[in-house]
């Protein structure tokens, strides 16, 4: 089989669907189309169509981009156990974390576009042709290392589906070096994403080698989030066997991590509040308000609260097993995680500014239709592979013999 | 891996050659000053005659955006020459007329406003507090009692932080200490303007608007040249006035001569002799940043 | 692929597994449906929220610039410099500065005009002429013939009685405040034009400070910056009207 074959049968299962399924893909078309509309707006007037200004330079497409690459890295999270401990419940289905991941990565990529001033220069960054400030640049790195994970797990999906399709088992010797590297690969994305905050003495709020650990911490409680409730999707949607050890032993994993999210949390608390410096007051702004400003003290302390429930649902067994809680569970951690990378990481930084100025940000209605259009693009992504991966993992699909061609 | 090459159709290597030559296909179809002007080099890349190059394309775009004549300069940095900065704190009264003269002398938009120097509000019971600063002060005379001011700009640190973040290189430091941008070669992607302790960075977040009989015609491509959307812009020290011997149109225009300018290397212009005679400072020392720009008592 | 819905997931050797899995359930996607809506509701909440109002007035919301102020921006030209005299003979030899023309009121240099033909007297008095000139510059010890030369009013008197000319009045103000005169002949103190490169340009003391009342009057700041927050132009307040813009500042301080 070759490529144009590929391409040919992955077309084939792509627009084979339900009601259901149709009305997903033309919600997300809708959305996609709804923020494309708002994104060209915002190339025609410029950057000044979203809240963003002198004061808080970064915000909700930054946040966003960092919680996401935290979504890209807990894909490992299914890895560690498949590949490295030979984990076969997990094994079967560790290739959805890799398409979640590349789904991920896609919309980091995306939303970091969105966030520039001038896009139609993004060659500049192109080492060669461009000027790539590596290695002094944090950032530069980011995109060395963002854009290989998206390549190595390209590759790896791409070679599994297209064995899978052609009834090949995979080429272990290929397939299994580059799993392995994508653990510390993707420890490497999200520590690379942390390091560019944490590397600015100029933002105290950031400026913590905490913030690396936390980083990783929460990526591993929202990424198998996800995870547990789309494996629960495809199994209404598809003839996917996902044991319920494999779901246990991710959710077991995940209240690890979550504990130490909270346990970091805590730390970072303690050391402000108790020492109190004047760094304290990007704290304050979050968790208390700060000179009359306050609208981000509901989701601070909204983010709080989903994670210590969270942790608590996933901590004993019996509400880990079960199917109400543990989703509730899952639901909780990733607005907990969410609302921590978008609101309550990178806007407290900015609020006060460096010169003390308080600008209180929200996003306005364009940036939320492009983020909205972007997530839709991701979810695209994602079902579309899904949509790819499915038959040939549940053995649906069975190669047709290929027409004899001269090698 | 997918097979190349051998079987029906599209190969991978025949897909690129394809996407290769749709984006070339592209270029061929714009006129060359657009090409050329997407195309165009890190300004640090330019032979001496690519640099006369675009300064002639600046000089047309200039000539066509505010029918204007403008004289536009690439003067390099002096020799023995490292530019340093002193606010006499005693004297500086909050009157804005610098903040002002500033955007008049560097082409600022005027809508949306970017101003360059920023006047901070400080109260004399707590000192230099950055917390406490007020940028919006509106009294009706300055200085106002139990209140003293601080106008930041860009500090034109030795160790900037900005220089080291951007992930293209399009800000560096001149070797007279003017940290510059190339504003053709700024991808906006704002890093340096979160790794500014001194929020001396500005962003052109709309189109620049500038009305073509408030224009400054004599411009330097790195520092006052009318900006385009969507890249970052700062203080640079008047670098078409500085590298010519004059002084920055803030201290020009400080109608109390609470600045002060000049070259820290020679020992007889007033900014060495404030260093050695004054006690000067810097704001956020402990950053490490090693501001060019002191601040200092004269009284 | 609708139809597989109807096929039951095969059945596995531990109950539980069949417990767990929720393909009869309809829990998960109400239960996704209501998350995403709150999301969203809440997302709009924040989105409808006002901007912070400010209470500056109507200056935090408009855009001012420097062509608001053409008396303060309109660049003067520079004045010619004096040419500076020889040092006086037998004086003490002070480094002499070339300066623009001292800042007289209208015709009423040279002094000797009038002074000629009128006998000084030394008495302290309030004067007849010369009213507009009021003296806050230590009155309580000090008068006008403690600075102006008795016999000759075109000439300055320093304390030695040695008179010197107005375009030297620099070495009379530092006889008292030596500290703001070093600080000035090094160019630390006062109003710095010219070249940083080459010569200064250096100005007399009273063309900043009135010598009968040198304290600076209290100015008018021009306007703050726009708040972030109305710095877009549509979200400022309507249009800048003639009637809102300020009145020209005043950089002199004439006398």
Redo the contacts between chains.
């Keep these: 089989m ?3 074959e ?1 391409i040919r049968t992955s077309l084939r299962f792509i627009l084979r669907g339900g009601v259901a399924y149709w009305l997903w893909i033309v919600l997300l078309g809708a959305l996609i189309a709804w923020g494309g509309v708002a994104y060209v707006d915002q190339l025609r ?4 169509v ?1 809240n ?4 808080v ?2 915000a909700f497409y930054i946040g966003n981009f960092t919680f996401l690459v935290g979504v890209a890295a807990a894909a490992v999270v299914l890895v560690i156990p498949a590949y490295v401990y030979h984990w076969k419940p997990i094994k079967e289905v560790a290739i959805l974390g890799e398409i979640l991941a590349i789904s991920a990565i896609v919309m980091c990529l995306l939303f ?1 576009v969105v ?8 060659w ?2 192109l080492p060669g042709i ?4 590596f290695p ?5 790195w980011d ?1 060395l290392v963002l854009n290989l994970y998206l390549v190595l797990n390209l ?1 790896i999906v ?2 599994i589906l ?1 064995r899978g399709m052609q009834g090949r088992a995979y080429n272990p010797r ?1 397939v299994v070096p580059l799993i392995l590297f994508s653990v510390p690969a993707a420890v490497g994305i999200h520590t690379v994403t942390a390091f ?1 905050y944490a ?5 105290p709020y950031w400026n913590a080698s905490i913030l690396a650990p936390r980083f990783l911490c929460s990526a591993f409680c929202s990424g198998p989030a996800i995870m547990l409730i789309v494996f629960q999707i495809l199994q209404r949607t598809s003839n996917i066997q996902i044991r319920d050890t494999a779901i246990w032993k991710i959710a077991e994993l995940m209240a690890y991590a979550m504990f130490l999210n909270l346990f970091l949390l805590g730390a970072e608390i303690f050391k402000e509040y108790y020492s109190a410096t ?1 760094h304290l ?1 990007h704290f304050e702004y979050l968790f208390a308000g700060l000179r009359g400003h306050h609208a981000l003290v509901p989701y601070a302390w909204a983010f709080v609260t989903c994670g210590i429930v969270a942790f608590l649902l996933f901590l004993f067994p019996a509400t880990r097993r079960n199917v109400v809680t543990l989703n509730l569970g899952c639901l909780l951690i990733y607005a907990s995680v969410y609302i921590e990378k978008g609101m309550g990481l990178v806007m407290p ?1 900015f609020t ?6 308080i600008y209180e940000y929200t996003p306005t209605i364009h940036e939320l239709r492009i983020g909205a259009a972007i997530f839709s693009i991701g979810f695209l992504i994602f079902t579309v592979l899904c949509k790819i991966a499915v038959p040939i993992m549940t053995g649906e699909f069975v190669a047709r013999p290929s027409r004899a ?3 | ?3 190349t090459g ?7 290597r025949d897909f690129l050659t394809a996407v290769g030559l749709a984006a070339a296909g592209v270029l061929a179809g714009c006129s060359p000053e657009v090409r050329e002007a ?1 195309l165009q080099k ?1 300004f640090l ?1 330019l032979t001496p005659e690519e640099v006369q190059h675009r300064l002639a394309r600046l000089r047309a775009d200039c000539r066509k955006q505010f029918g204007r004549d403008v004289s536009i300069s690439a003067v390099p940095a002096r020799p023995d020459v490292m530019f340093g900065y002193a606010l006499d704190l005693s004297r500086c ?5 610098c ?3 500033c ?2 002398e560097n082409n600022q938009s ?4 970017i ?1 360059w120097i ?1 006047v ?1 509000e400080m109260e004399k019971e707590h000192g230099i ?5 007020n ?9 106002d009692v139990d209140h003293f001011y601080v106008p ?1 700009a860009c500090q034109q640190c030795r160790n900037p ?1 900005c220089t ?7 800000t560096w430091q001149e070797p007279d200490g003017i940290v510059v941008i190339d504003y053709d ?7 340096c ?7 001396a ?7 620049p608007h500038l ?1 073509p ?2 224009l400054n015609p004599d411009l330097h491509v790195l520092g006052n040249r009318p900006r ?5 812009e700062k203080c640079t020290f008047c670098i078409q006035r ?1 590298r010519t ?3 920055p149109a803030c ?7 609470a ?5 820290l290397l020679d020992p007889e ?2 900014i060495a ?2 260093l050695k ?2 006690r000067v400072f810097v704001l ?1 020392s402990e ?3 090693e501001p060019k720009f002191y601040y200092f008592y ?2 | 692929m609708s139809q597989d819905t109807e096929d039951r997931p095969e059945k596995g050797p531990e109950n539980d597994e069949l417990e767990f899995s929720i393909a009869r359930s309809n829990a998960l996607i109400p239960l996704l449906l209501l998350f995403g809506l709150s999301i969203l509701g809440i997302v709009l909440i924040i989105v409808r929220a006002k901007p912070i109002e ?1 209470s ?1 007035g109507a ?2 919301r408009q ?5 608001d ?1 053409p008396g ?2 309109q660049q003067p030209p520079l004045e010619p410099l004096v040419a500076a005299p020889v040092a006086d003979a037998g004086g003490h030899a002070d480094v002499l500065f070339p300066v623009p023309a001292p800042p007289f009121s209208e015709g009423i240099f040279p002094c000797s005009t009038c002074h000629a033909d009128i006998t000084p007297n030394p008495e302290r008095r309030e004067l007849a002429m010369h009213e507009d000139i009021v003296l806050h510059h230590d009155e309580e010890h000090r008068w006008c013939l403690d600075c102006h030369d008795q016999n000759d009013r075109d000439h300055l008197r320093l304390a030695s009685g040695a008179a010197i000319p107005f375009t030297e009045s620099y070495r009379l103000c530092g006889q008292c405040h030596g ?2 005169y070093r ?1 000035w002949r ?13 010569a ?1 340009r250096y100005l007399l003391c009273v063309h ?1 400070h009135n010598p009968h009342s040198p304290r ?1 009057a ?10 972030p927050q109305f ?3 549509e979200d400022a307040a309507a249009g800048r009207t003639d009637a809102a813009r300020r009145q020209d ?1 005043d ?1 002199e301080h004439g006398h």
């Design positions: 070759g490529p144009i590929f007037h410029g950057l000044i979203t963003m200004r002198d004061q330079s970064w970091v966030d520039m001033g001038r896009p139609d220069r993004s500049h960054l461009g000027r790539l400030n002094g640049s944090v950032l530069a995109v590759t791409t070679h297209y290929l560019l590397g600015l003495p100029g933002r004047q007051v930084a006060p500014d460096t010169l003390g100025e061609r001269a090698a | 891996m997918a097979n051998t079987d029906d159709g599209v190969s991978r997407y890190h890349e009264i909050g009157c804005r007329r903040v002002y003269a955007v008049k005027r809508d949306p406003q101003q920023r901070l507090d950055l917390e406490r600063a940028p919006y002060y509106d009294p009706e005379k300055v200085p930041v932080q080291t973040v951007c992930p293209v290189g399009a070669w700024c991808i906006g992607c704002r890093y303007m979160a790794a500014c302790p001194y929020g960075r500005h962003f052109n977040w709309g189109e009305p009989e408030e385009p959307t969507g890249v970052v500085v011997g004059r002084y201290v020009e225009i400080c109608p109390v001569g600045r002060k300018f000049g070259n212009s007033e002799r404030i005679e004054k956020k950053l490490n940043t004269g009284v | 400010s500056e200056t935090a855009a001012f610039g420097p062509a102020f303060i921006f500290t703001q600080d090094e160019g630390i103190h006062g109003k710095r034009t010219g070249r940083w490169d080459g200064k900043c600076f209290a100015l008018q700041p021009l306007p703050p910056p726009v708040r710095l877009h132009p500042g950089g």
